[in-house]
T-cell receptor, first 113, second 114 residues
Framework: NAGVTQTPKFQVLKTGQSMTLQCAQD?????MSWYRQDPGMGLRLIHY???????DQGEVPNGYNVSRSTTEDFPLRLLSAAPSQTSVYFC????????????FGPGTRLTVL | AQTVTQSQPEMSVQEAETVTLSCTYD???????LFWYKQPPSRQMILVIR??????QNATENRFSVNFQKAAKSFSLKISDSQLGDAAMYFC???????????FGAGTTVTVRA
């Protein structure tokens, strides 16, 4: 199993550009989520999904869209990038609501100029 | 929303010594899970240890152990016999048993001195 994969690993955008961060998992996990990590703030939840066709907002959803058309994929879209979105982004997945381990992707470092 | 607080931004420990990282959380739930994650310079998030709130016994994983004080809403991590490879940022995390969402603290950077 590849686990949770994310692409790209690094990205530089100009203000106003749009892009999609890709996330895929091959563990048949129902729960997937996106976090951003900023210095001194830990990981903050952007959006999450509890299954194909179901998504919901997390703590910091503004400026981001998600969709979940398949169990495996959960892309994160930046509609119009802003310097405040400069961050490291992590995708994660987990099986169910029990105390199971949440698996993380390797992260994407995004810089918005 | 649940709040997870890590009051120590940085901790330093001598190799082979013990260090304890503190974590407190705020919740009105009685059934929940607590986790410690390690993030080395590679950026990969690695689960270190987990604790179920209904279990009174503190979890242990090799050199890592927790002190879970449910009434005080405290969940500290003890790293014994510290090794150079333990140098990383450590995050405390909370999740209600009725929820999918995992909430993180701000993290503690651990430096290990040779």
């Amino acid at each position: 199993n590849a686990g949770v994969t994310q692409t790209p690993k690094f990205q530089v955008l100009k203000t106003g550009q749009s892009m999609t961060l890709q996330c895929a998992q091959d563990m048949n996990h129902e729960y997937m989520s996106w976090y951003r990590q900023d210095p001194g703030m830990g990981l903050r939840l952007i959006h999450y999904s509890v299954g194909a066709g179901i998504t919901d907002q997390g703590e910091v959803p503004n400026g981001y869209n998600v969709s979940r058309s398949t169990t495996e994929d959960f892309p994160l879209r930046l509609l119009s990038a802003a310097p405040s979105q400069t961050s490291v982004y992590f995708c994660a997945s987990r099986r169910g609501r029990e105390g199971n381990e949440q698996f993380f992707g390797p992260g994407t470092r995004l810089t918005v100029l | 929303a649940q709040t997870v607080t890590q009051s120590q931004p940085e901790m330093s420990v001598q190799e082979a010594e013990t260090v304890t990282l503190s974590c407190t959380y705020d919740t009105s739930e009685s059934d929940y899970y607590l986790f410690w994650y390690k993030q080395p310079p590679s950026r990969q998030m690695i689960l270190v240890i987990r604790q179920e709130a209904y279990k009174q016994q503190n979890a242990t994983e090799n050199r890592f152990s927790v002190n879970f004080q449910k009434a005080a809403k405290s969940f500290s991590l003890k790293i014994s016999d510290s090794q150079l490879g333990d140098a990383a940022m450590y995050f405390c995390a909370y999740r209600s048993a009725d929820d999918y969402k995992l909430s993180f603290g701000a993290g503690t950077t651990v430096t290990v001195r040779a």
